[in-house]
Each structure stands twice: as structure tokens, then as C-alpha cells.
């Protein structure tokens, strides 16, 4: 395979090679990729000259723009981005016409994309630095939003006298309320609750602690109300035991019926025999009759 020439210098030794390289790039060590292709060599009638190639390593910055579009490519999304700065942070438009895909519900997508982005870029690193991924200006509009946000529930919790939570923030969001509300000698803030439904607290200096409120017993009251309906289902559960009451109609109906029942019972007649008509019935063992009717029937026959 035949080597490529770009960013080849050369000199009596491989050092030497190396500074003419980065004299003419304008580059440190540090930033540079350095790969020997030749190492310098005295012959008899003659010398080698050392051959080096010197690419300039990808800023911290190009590392993460590289990486947000590949990851583009992947979700399909038509989209490019710019580095807008590569200083103290890293600063990175995405350009679309496709917004909504890029930034997500309330940013989420935008968030996640970002994180990553920090990721890459502070590959190799020992300190860390921070990365910004904005399109199209949300991240400015949503700032201010927050901001607005932040003074007016401020101003609330000092009315109110109670702590406010604002609704779940990313750490670049809850970091925007912070710095807002941190000249505020009215209030102070906190965060609290874990990831990803962490939020911001304001609490106002002059918080009074939460008393429990008395019982309204009075009539028209809320508990004079909550207890009446209380004791008409009592009643209503016990007192049908009443003269004109369900459980009371109920009892006297079974009485009724046990009091027919037993009627009934004394009013019956015999049970009448099964033997055939015409037939005289036949009955064996001791007769327990008039004895004087007996003898009269003897002397008849």
C-alpha cells in the first residue's frame, strides 16, 4: 500500500524531523500525532534522512462534533452541527429542519445527546470539560423560561411562607435555577429526590412550620358535618331495631309467621286412615274402653 505523503518532514534525525513538523503546523507535541516512517541512517557514502508524519490530533471539541454525526446518521435525522466553541467549554449547534426529533420533550433528547457528547470528548482527559449541545437556540429560550420561572415561584414561597418544588430537572436546568435565585436573600435552594425525577426546592427564609388546623366542631363546620353523617349511618345501621323499623318489621313478620305456624298446628285435624272404605279396621292389643258399654253390647248378641 502506497504511502501517503501529506504532513511528511524529514531531517538528519528523527527529532529534528519532528520540530520542522510542528514548526510548520503550528502545533504543540501535544496536539500532534507523530508516526516515524524512517529512522535517519550514516552510510559509507552517504546518509538516510529521518522521515516523519505529523497529524494534528482532533480538539476535544472535533472528537464530540464527529461523534454527535455519526449518531445523527444512525437515527436517520437530516441534521449537521457546528462547533461554535472549542475553549474553556465546548460549544456545538446542531442544524435541522427536523427540530423536534433533535431536542425532544422538554429537551430529553437534546440532554441525552449532550451527555454522550461530554463523554467522547473528555476521553483521555484528566480534568474535566464541560460540553454544550444547543439547536437552534433552545437551550437560550428555555433559560429564560426557567429564569421566569424561578423568580415567580420564589416570590410565591416568601408570599406563601411554605417551601416550593419546581418540577423535575436535568443538572444544567437545576443548575439555571440556582444561579438565578442565589442573589435572593429571600430565599435559598436545594435540591432533592434521585434521577431522573431530581428537582429544586425554594425554601423562604421566613418558612413557618406546617400546624395541623383544629377541628371545626361547630355546626355547619366540616367535622360537625363529617360526624352527623357519621351518626346517621350509625342510625341507620342500629336504629332499624325500632317500632317502624326495617329490622323491626322483619322481626315481627317471623313472629307473625311462627305464631300462624303454631295456630296452625293445634286447628289440624287427625290424619285420616289409608284403609279401604267399607272394610271394618281391625285393631289388635288391650281395649281401654267403657267396660259397661262392653257388657251391654255381650248380652245383646
Do not use: W
Request: hydrophobic content about 30%; some cysteine.
Amino acid at each position: 500500500m502506497e504511502e501517503s505523503m501529506e504532513n511528511v518532514f524529514t531531517g538528519k534525525t528523527v527529532e529534528e524531523a519532528v520540530a520542522e513538523g510542528l514548526k510548520a503546523l503550528g502545533i504543540t507535541e501535544e496536539q500532534a500525532e507523530i508516526t516515524v516512517l524512517e529512522e535517519g541512517k550514516k552510510k559509507l557514502f552517504g546518509s538516510i534522512k529521518a522521515k516523519v508524519q505529523i497529524v494534528k490530533k482532533a480538539t476535544d471539541g472535533e472528537r464530540a462534533a464527529a461523534f454527535i454525526d455519526g449518531l445523527l446518521k444512525i437515527l436517520k435525522i437530516p441534521a449537521f452541527n457546528e462547533i461554535v466553541s472549542d475553549d474553556e467549554k465546548v460549544e456545538i449547534e446542531i442544524k435541522t429542519t427536523n427540530t423536534s426529533a433533535v431536542i425532544g420533550r422538554r429537551g430529553e433528547v437534546l440532554d441525552a445527546i449532550q451527555c454522550i457528547a461530554g463523554a467522547v470528548a473528555n476521553i483521555g482527559r484528566e480534568e474535566y470539560r464541560r460540553v454544550v449541545v444547543d439547536c437552534e437556540k433552545y437551550r437560550a429560550q428555555r433559560e429564560e423560561k426557567l429564569k421566569a420561572v424561578a423568580v415567580a415561584k420564589a416570590a410565591k414561597a416568601v408570599e406563601k411562607k411554605r417551601r416550593v418544588a419546581l418540577e423535575p430537572m436535568s443538572p444544567y436546568e437545576r443548575r439555571v435555577v440556582h444561579s438565578v435565585l442565589a442573589s435572593n436573600e429571600e430565599v435559598t435552594t436545594i435540591s432533592e429526590g434521585k434521577e431522573p425525577m431530581r428537582r429544586v426546592v425554594i425554601i423562604p427564609n421566613n418558612e413557618v412550620p406546617f400546624e395541623r388546623k383544629e377541628r371545626n366542631f361547630s355546626r355547619g363546620g366540616r367535622q360537625f358535618n363529617r360526624d352527623k353523617r357519621e351518626g346517621d349511618r350509625g342510625e341507620r345501621k342500629f336504629g332499624d331495631r325500632k317500632p317502624g323499623g326495617r329490622q323491626f318489621n322483619r322481626d315481627k313478620r317471623e313472629g307473625d309467621r311462627r305464631e300462624r305456624g303454631e295456630r296452625d298446628n293445634r286447628n289440624s285435624r287427625p290424619p285420616r286412615s289409608s284403609a279401604p272404605r267399607g272394610k271394618k279396621q281391625i285393631f289388635l292389643g288391650t281395649y281401654l274402653g267403657n267396660s259397661g258399654a262392653s257388657n251391654k253390647d255381650n248380652n245383646e248378641e
